[in-house]
């Protein structure tokens, strides 16, 4: 399967948005609209933390191990998941960009290594329905972060 790719522009820096994406636990703040029941494990932050999360996209509900599998501050995090007992393998990876005219240019990519069949015969659908998800996560990403900045200033 393709994978999908959202991006959005945010005022902080690089190195704000690494920080704050590095901590697993604040991922739950800008993923709960799908991703609920969140349960932490390993470190707080960098490789090997973990959550373990339920998914609930499409009418379908199904947990997911997500593990922080490389970090190289402050440009890139890559999460590898696991769901749909073990049948679902895929990668996701933050990037980060420094904008020209300052802030942060931030993309998400969800990359299926492996694909149930259902997922494979209505992959156009799974696409569109993970791109609108992570679109939502994007611009709530971006508030949280506009939050943890003023937080972090106060």
Same mark, same amino acid.
């Given at each position: 399967m393709k994978s999908v790719t959202v991006s959005i522009d945010v005022p902080q820096t690089p190195e704000q948005v690494y920080g704050f994406l590095d901590v697993m636990a604040h991922h739950e703040r800008f993923t709960d609209h799908y +991703? *609920?029941?969140w349960r932490f494990s390993g470190p707080a932050r960098g490789v090997g933390s973990c959550a373990t999360v339920t998914a609930a996209l499409?009418?379908?509900k199904t /947990?997911? *191990?997500i593990k922080v599998v /490389?970090? /190289?501050a402050p440009r890139r995090i890559?999460?590898?998941n696991v769901s749909a007992a073990g049948r679902r393998l895929a990668h996701g990876t933050y990037a980060m960009e420094p904008l020209r005219t300052g802030g942060t240019h931030i993309s998400f990519t969800y990359t299926w290594v492996r694909a149930p069949l259902g997922d494979r015969l209505l992959a156009a659908v799974v696409r569109t329905t993970m791109r609108h998800a992570n679109r939502t996560v994007m611009?709530? +990403?971006a508030t949280e972060l506009a939050r943890h900045a003023s937080?972090?200033?106060s």
């Amino acid at each position: 399967m393709k994978s999908v790719t959202v991006s959005i522009d945010v005022p902080q820096t690089p190195e704000q948005v690494y920080g704050f994406l590095d901590v697993m636990a604040h991922h739950e703040r800008f993923t709960d609209h799908y +991703l *609920t029941g969140w349960r932490f494990s390993g470190p707080a932050r960098g490789v090997g933390s973990c959550a373990t999360v339920t998914a609930a996209l499409g009418g379908m509900k199904t /947990e997911v *191990t997500i593990k922080v599998v /490389e970090a /190289e501050a402050p440009r890139r995090i890559v999460e590898h998941n696991v769901s749909a007992a073990g049948r679902r393998l895929a990668h996701g990876t933050y990037a980060m960009e420094p904008l020209r005219t300052g802030g942060t240019h931030i993309s998400f990519t969800y990359t299926w290594v492996r694909a149930p069949l259902g997922d494979r015969l209505l992959a156009a659908v799974v696409r569109t329905t993970m791109r609108h998800a992570n679109r939502t996560v994007m611009r709530r +990403l971006a508030t949280e972060l506009a939050r943890h900045a003023s937080a972090a200033d106060s």
